[in-house]
C-alpha cells in the first residue's frame, strides 16, 4: 500500500504529509477539530500557533538559526510558509498568527495527494504506515492506544500561554519601540519598571488569585522551558529580571539610562495592532491579569485581547519508549512513527524538523529501505541523539541548544567564535547530507 496516514494536523503534522507528498507519496490526514475540541486551539486551521507566535532568532550564531539553515536545506514547506507570513520581530521570525495558519490550512488543501479527514482517529494499524503527530494535547482515547502500543507510561507537563493585548490600549507614553541591542529595528515595544514598580509587581503576582487546576493534573510537572511567571516569582525577587523582564541591551530614552526592569511586548500581527505579552504566561485568573499587569504603567489601561491560561500537555519518555527514528523502541511496529512535540521536542522549529523527519522516513518504508536521521554534527541529528540518549528518569522535552551538538575537533576558548564555528561545522554537514538524501528518497519514492 503506498500511502501513508497522519494523525494530527499541526506543525509536525502537516510539515510530514507536505513531504509525502513530495515525494510522490499519498497521504491521509487526520485532523480531529473541529469535530473534537482542544483546550487551547482557537480555530479549526491546520498548524495553528497556540502558546507564541515566534519562530525564535534567524541569526545563524544561535543554534535555533541554526536549526533553520538546516530545515532549509532539506526543503521545509513549513518553514518557507512562516517566512512568508512573517512579522517585524527584531533578529527573530515572528508570524502572523492567522495568515501562517491559512497559508499552511491552503496548502494541504491544494495538495492532490493530501486527503484531510476532519475526525478524532483513536486506533492504530501495524500494517499501515503511520506517522502520529498529535502534540501535546493527544485526545485521551488516543492516548490509551498509545500506552497499550508502547507498554510505556506517558509522562505531562502544563504549557503555559501569555496574554495578548490591543496595540491602541496602551499608554503611549510610558513605553519605547526598540529590539535589545538594535537588532532588528525598532520591532519590540518595551514597557519599563522602576524599581518600586517590579517590587509591587512581584507582590501582586505571589498573591493573584490562580485557577485551580484540575484531580488528575495536581501531580503532574511544570515544564521548567514554560513556567507560568507567578512560578518564576514565587523563585525569588530578581528572577524576573535574569529572566522574561531582563532590562540588559535596553536603554530607556526617556531617562538615559537601563530600566531595573522592562515587559516587553511582541507583534501578533502584520498591522501591529495586536501584541504579545513576552514570557508572561500565566494561570491567573483573568480578572486578576487585568490587576496585576496593570500594575505596569504602560498596560495601565491595556485592553485584553486574549487572556493568559495553562493547559496541560503529553509526551513520550522518548529514551525508553521511542528509538531515535521515533518508532516504538520494542521494533514491534517498524511502520509507525511519531512525530512532533509528543516526542519530547520542544517548539515550533522543531517540531517541523520532527515532522518533516518522520516523513521522509515514511517515504523509505515504503520502499523498503532503513529510515535514517541526519549526522551527528548538525543540530537535527543531535536533537535525535538527545531524545534518544536522554536519562529517562530525568527525561524533559529540549529546544534546540548548541549544548547538544558534540565539541570541536580543535578546542577554542571564545565562546562566540566556539558557536560559529559549530554553527558553520553543522550547516555544512546538513547540506552533504541533504544531497545524497534527497535523491535517495526521490529513488525510493
Same mark, same amino acid.
Given at each position: 500500500?503506498?500511502?501513508?496516514?497522519?494523525?494530527?494536523?499541526?506543525?509536525?503534522?502537516?510539515?510530514?504529509?507536505?513531504?509525502?507528498?513530495?515525494?510522490?507519496?499519498?497521504?491521509?490526514?487526520?485532523?480531529?477539530?473541529?469535530?473534537?475540541?482542544?483546550?487551547?486551539?482557537?480555530?479549526?486551521?491546520?498548524?495553528?500557533?497556540?502558546?507564541?507566535?515566534?519562530?525564535?532568532?534567524?541569526?545563524?550564531?544561535?543554534?535555533?538559526?541554526?536549526?533553520?539553515?538546516?530545515?532549509?536545506?532539506?526543503?521545509?514547506?513549513?518553514?518557507?510558509?512562516?517566512?512568508?507570513?512573517?512579522?517585524?520581530?527584531?533578529?527573530?521570525?515572528?508570524?502572523?498568527?492567522?495568515?501562517?495558519?491559512?497559508?499552511?490550512?491552503?496548502?494541504?488543501?491544494?495538495?492532490?495527494?493530501?486527503?484531510?479527514?476532519?475526525?478524532?482517529?483513536?486506533? *492504530?494499524? $501495524?500494517?499501515?504506515? #503511520?506517522?502520529? /503527530? +498529535? @502534540?501535546?494535547?493527544?485526545?485521551?482515547? =488516543?492516548?490509551?492506544?498509545? %500506552?497499550?502500543?508502547?507498554?510505556?507510561?506517558?509522562?505531562?507537563?502544563?504549557?503555559?500561554?501569555?496574554?495578548?493585548?490591543?496595540?491602541?490600549?496602551?499608554?503611549?507614553?510610558?513605553?519605547?519601540?526598540?529590539?535589545?541591542?538594535?537588532?532588528?529595528?525598532?520591532?519590540?515595544?518595551?514597557?519599563?519598571?522602576?524599581?518600586?514598580?517590579?517590587?509591587?509587581?512581584?507582590?501582586?503576582?505571589?498573591?493573584?488569585?490562580?485557577?485551580?487546576?484540575?484531580?488528575?493534573?495536581?501531580?503532574?510537572?511544570?515544564?521548567?522551558?514554560?513556567?507560568?511567571?507567578?512560578?518564576?516569582?514565587?523563585?525569588?525577587?530578581?528572577?524576573?529580571?535574569?529572566?522574561? *523582564?531582563? $532590562?540588559?541591551?535596553? #536603554?530607556?530614552? /526617556? +531617562? @538615559?539610562?537601563?530600566?531595573?526592569?522592562? =515587559?516587553?511586548?511582541?507583534? %501578533?500581527?502584520?498591522?501591529?495592532?495586536?501584541?504579545?505579552?513576552?514570557?508572561?504566561?500565566?494561570?491567573?485568573?483573568?480578572?486578576?491579569?487585568?490587576?496585576?499587569?496593570?500594575?505596569?504603567?504602560?498596560?495601565?489601561?491595556?485592553?485584553?485581547?486574549?487572556?493568559?491560561?495553562?493547559?496541560?500537555?503529553?509526551?513520550?519518555?522518548?529514551?525508553?519508549?521511542?528509538?531515535?527514528?521515533?518508532?516504538?523502541?520494542?521494533?514491534?511496529?517498524?511502520?509507525?512513527?511519531?512525530?512532533?512535540?509528543?516526542?519530547?521536542?520542544?517548539?515550533?522549529?522543531?517540531?517541523?524538523?520532527?515532522?518533516?523527519?518522520?516523513?521522509?522516513?515514511?517515504?523509505?518504508? *515504503?520502499?523498503?529501505?532503513?529510515? #535514517?536521521?541526519?549526522?551527528?554534527?548538525?543540530?537535527?541529528?543531535?536533537?535525535?541523539?538527545?531524545?534518544?540518549?536522554?536519562?529517562?528518569?530525568?527525561?524533559?522535552?529540549?529546544?534546540?541548544?548548541?549544548?547538544?551538538?558534540?565539541?570541536?575537533?580543535?578546542?577554542?576558548?571564545?565562546?562566540?567564535?566556539?558557536?560559529?564555528?559549530?554553527?558553520?561545522?553543522?550547516?555544512?554537514?546538513?547540506?552533504?547530507?541533504?544531497?545524497?538524501?534527497?535523491?535517495?528518497?526521490?529513488?525510493?519514492?
Amino acid at each position: 500500500m503506498n500511502r501513508a496516514l497522519v494523525i494530527g494536523g499541526g506543525l509536525a503534522g502537516t510539515e510530514a504529509a507536505l513531504q509525502c507528498a513530495r515525494f510522490g507519496i499519498s497521504v491521509t490526514l487526520y485532523e480531529m477539530r473541529p469535530v473534537v475540541a482542544t483546550p487551547a486551539h482557537q480555530t479549526d486551521l491546520l498548524a495553528e500557533l497556540v502558546c507564541s507566535n515566534s519562530f525564535k532568532s534567524l541569526d545563524v550564531e544561535t543554534a535555533h538559526g541554526v536549526l533553520k539553515a538546516e530545515l532549509e536545506h532539506l526543503g521545509s514547506q513549513l518553514l518557507a510558509a512562516a517566512v512568508e507570513a512573517g512579522i517585524p520581530a527584531g533578529a527573530a521570525l515572528g508570524v502572523d498568527r492567522a495568515q501562517g495558519s491559512a497559508g499552511v490550512t491552503q496548502l494541504i488543501e491544494a495538495e492532490p495527494l493530501v486527503t484531510v479527514v476532519r475526525d478524532e482517529r483513536t486506533s *492504530l494499524d $501495524p500494517d499501515q504506515v #503511520t506517522i502520529v /503527530a +498529535t @502534540g501535546p494535547l493527544t485526545s485521551d482515547s =488516543l492516548v490509551r492506544e498509545i %500506552e497499550v502500543t508502547l507498554g510505556a507510561d506517558n509522562l505531562a507537563f502544563f504549557d503555559a500561554i501569555s496574554p495578548i493585548v490591543s496595540q491602541d490600549s496602551l499608554v503611549p507614553e510610558r513605553f519605547w519601540a526598540a529590539s535589545r541591542y538594535g537588532k532588528g529595528g525598532d520591532d519590540y515595544l518595551n514597557c519599563p519598571l522602576t524599581e518600586a514598580e517590579y517590587a509591587a509587581f512581584i507582590d501582586a503576582l505571589l498573591s493573584a488569585e490562580l485557577y485551580p487546576l484540575k484531580e488528575y493534573e495536581r501531580d503532574v510537572m511544570f515544564f521548567e522551558g514554560c513556567l507560568p511567571i507567578e512560578e518564576m516569582a514565587r523563585r525569588g525577587l530578581d528572577t524576573l529580571r535574569f529572566g522574561p *523582564l531582563k $532590562p540588559v541591551g535596553l #536603554t530607556d530614552p /526617556a +531617562t @538615559g539610562r537601563r530600566p531595573h526592569a522592562v =515587559l516587553q511586548l511582541r507583534r %501578533e500581527n502584520r498591522e501591529g495592532t495586536m501584541y504579545n505579552l513576552v514570557g508572561c504566561q500565566t494561570r491567573m485568573k483573568y480578572g486578576e491579569q487585568k490587576r496585576v499587569f496593570g500594575i505596569v504603567p504602560a498596560l495601565s489601561r491595556a485592553e485584553f485581547l486574549r487572556h493568559g491560561q495553562v493547559h496541560r500537555n503529553t509526551f513520550l519518555q522518548h529514551p525508553v519508549a521511542l528509538d531515535e527514528y521515533g518508532r516504538p523502541a520494542s521494533e514491534a511496529w517498524p511502520r509507525l512513527f511519531f512525530a512532533g512535540q509528543l516526542t519530547g521536542v520542544e517548539g515550533y522549529v522543531e517540531s517541523i524538523l520532527s515532522g518533516l523527519l518522520a516523513g521522509w522516513n515514511a517515504v523509505r518504508v *515504503l520502499a523498503g529501505a532503513a529510515p #535514517t536521521v541526519p549526522p551527528r554534527e548538525t543540530m537535527a541529528g543531535s536533537l535525535c541523539h538527545y531524545l534518544r540518549t536522554a536519562d529517562p528518569t530525568n527525561f524533559q522535552p529540549m529546544n534546540a541548544n548548541f549544548g547538544l551538538l558534540p565539541p570541536l575537533e580543535h578546542r577554542v576558548r571564545d565562546k562566540r567564535a566556539r558557536r560559529r564555528a559549530q554553527a558553520a561545522r553543522a550547516i555544512d554537514r546538513m547540506g552533504e547530507w541533504s544531497i545524497t538524501a534527497v535523491p535517495a528518497l526521490v529513488e525510493a519514492a
